[in-house]
């Protein structure tokens, strides 16, 4: 039987205060202030809430976010090494984003049953689809695997590495369910020894937006220029909190360099906000394969992509997949106590 090729995707009330006087249906009879009434915390929380979609509206979205923008392959190159990321219309088809958004569905789906209460592993309602695998990663779903060798990105990934070339060393993603407020902390996702020692980027993530990205829904935030200098934190003035990427449309492919400072911003909106990935790495950065299942950071590709899997990637996509692909039989799926992160 002849097994199918993967498809290429182309184009607040403080706990604790009490008052007294008497709880009644309509909210607190504060004592001592005659018959003022307290508003229910419904009510404050409705209000709070709308004051927070009234100034989101009014303000999120990086200031000139066209200029991140870029479809020539040396441009977004260019724009990618001086901001530390740089954003690709069109790179992914509307199918392809129809598929991965479905296959988001399914293992959000399964996340959620196991966490009854929410609480996420990457912070109240925030949940990290790679870090919740036994494998560490999503390389065993095609959906993600039909990422690896795009026609709009492949190039500027190649223009991004240079000479060295790179490799596939994991896959994920995020998602964010409806109605968080919090916002996620800025942070880096590499702050490893020695990834600062060369201007190139050591790691690059993907992601792909599978519906379109607004203010409501959010988007990630990102500031641009922190990935060149080594930093131990870094305080965030509140214009930062509005630095993100929106508004843009399904399909277009982030990348971003994993050294810079981003984070997770509220989802107000009343669906669930999906960002897939995928990570490649510098092969200078990533010099082989392990057989431990747990993420690192890229200096060793895991070895979790099944065989199969791997044998219908495009010829290209099977040169930048050498070092996670396997012939073992692995155990695919949510690994134990996932929620400690």
Known sequence: MMVSAVPRCGPVVPRGHQ???????????????????????????????????????????????????AEDPSLAAWIFQAAGFVLVPGAVSEKCCRELKMACEEEEAKLLQQDPLRRGNRGKGRYSLGEAQRTGHLL????????????????VLKHIFGAHGYVCAGAGGDFVLPRIAEYQPLHVDLNFPDCHTRKASPVVTLNVAVEPLTWLNGPTRIIPGTHVTELAELREPQAWRYFTLAPLPAGTAILRDNRAWHGGTPNMS???????????????????????????PWKLAPRCMPYDLWSRLSPFGQHICRLVVTKASLSYGLRDAFLRG
Do not use: I
Request: aromatic share 8%; glycine share 10%; hydrophobic share 40%.
């Open 140 to 155: 065993h779903r095609d959906e993600w695997a039909a990422l690896m060798d795009l026609e709009k990105v492949s190039p």
């Open 270 to 296: 009343a669906e669930t906000r999906f960002l897939p990935n995928v990570e490649f790495a510098a092969t200078w950065w990533c010099q082989g394969s392990t057989d431990h299942l747990w993420r690192n």
């Open 19 to 69: 008052a007294r006087g008497r709880v009644t249906g309509a909210g607190v009879l504060a004592g001592g202030l005659g018959f003022a009434r307290v508003p229910r915390l419904r009510q404050l929380r409705h209000r709070r809430s709308r004051g927070n979609l009234e100034e989101l509206r009014e303000k999120n979205g990086l200031p000139n976010l066209e200029l991140y923008v």
